[in-house]
């Protein structure tokens, strides 16, 4: 692209995608799809992938950085609604940055923060703690995917699936 005058079809697809209101998704026509699962099962297109992503893994560890900051500065704000959100994004850019740990401690998280909200109840302050403390260290450790980072995670799944059967429990109960 020169001077700014013409863009390529994915530039203009791209900025398409960007301005796409809520609820107004782009669909794919059966031959589209059929296409698209192909490619995602062709072994070069997934090693192409996989290279790409592991030549970009500074950049997502970089933000997966930047999210923890937003989950602790949401935390000191006891915004729970940000905790879950910025968590969510941890989850889903952690394993692609090498980070395992992380992700799988902010997915109990979210997981944790989902049911309790959807049982009407608030979440243990110790809880999401231990959680938001675990995913700090996780993602700034240079070898987070350790045993010991496994066995944190390990360790608050159970935690968490303790205290929602208590909940499930004394709800039915």
């Given at each position: 692209?020169?001077?700014?005058?013409?863009?390529?079809?994915?530039?203009?697809?791209?900025?398409?995608?960007?301005?796409?209101?809520?609820?107004?998704?782009?669909?794919?026509?059966?031959?589209?799809?059929?296409?698209?699962?192909?490619?995602?099962?062709?072994?070069?297109?997934?090693?192409?992938?996989?290279?790409?992503?592991?030549?970009k893994a500074d950049e997502l560890r970089i933000a997966v950085l930047t999210?923890?900051?937003?989950?602790?500065?949401?935390?000191?704000?006891?915004?729970?609604?940000?905790?879950?959100?910025?968590?969510?994004?941890?989850?889903?850019?952690?394993?692609?940055?090498?980070?395992?740990?992380?992700?799988?401690?902010?997915?109990?998280?979210?997981?944790?923060?989902?049911?309790?909200?959807r049982a009407g109840g608030k979440p243990e302050r110790s809880v999401v703690?231990?959680?938001?403390?675990?995913?700090?260290?996780?993602?700034?450790?240079?070898?987070?995917?350790?045993?010991?980072?496994?066995?944190?995670?390990?360790?608050?799944?159970?935690?968490?699936?303790?205290?929602?059967?208590?909940?499930?429990?004394?709800?039915?109960?």
């Amino acid at each position: 692209m020169t001077g700014g005058t013409s863009s390529s079809p994915r530039q203009k697809n791209a900025a398409a995608a960007t301005t796409i209101a809520p609820g107004a998704y782009p669909t794919f026509t059966a031959a589209d799809a059929v296409r698209l699962s192909l490619a995602l099962r062709d072994p070069a297109t997934t090693a192409k992938a996989a290279r790409i992503i592991a030549s970009k893994a500074d950049e997502l560890r970089i933000a997966v950085l930047t999210h923890v900051d937003r989950l602790e500065a949401a935390a000191r704000l006891s915004d729970l609604d940000t905790v879950f959100e910025q968590a969510h994004e941890i989850r889903g850019l952690a394993g692609n940055a090498g980070l395992i740990a992380t992700g799988r401690i902010a997915n109990v998280l979210c997981k944790y923060l989902d049911t309790i909200d959807r049982a009407g109840g608030k979440p243990e302050r110790s809880v999401v703690v231990l959680h938001l403390e675990a995913i700090t260290r996780a993602a700034q450790a240079e070898d987070e995917a350790t045993r010991l980072g496994d066995a944190v995670a390990d360790e608050l799944a159970l935690l968490v699936e303790k205290r929602l059967s208590e909940i499930n429990v004394s709800a039915t109960g």
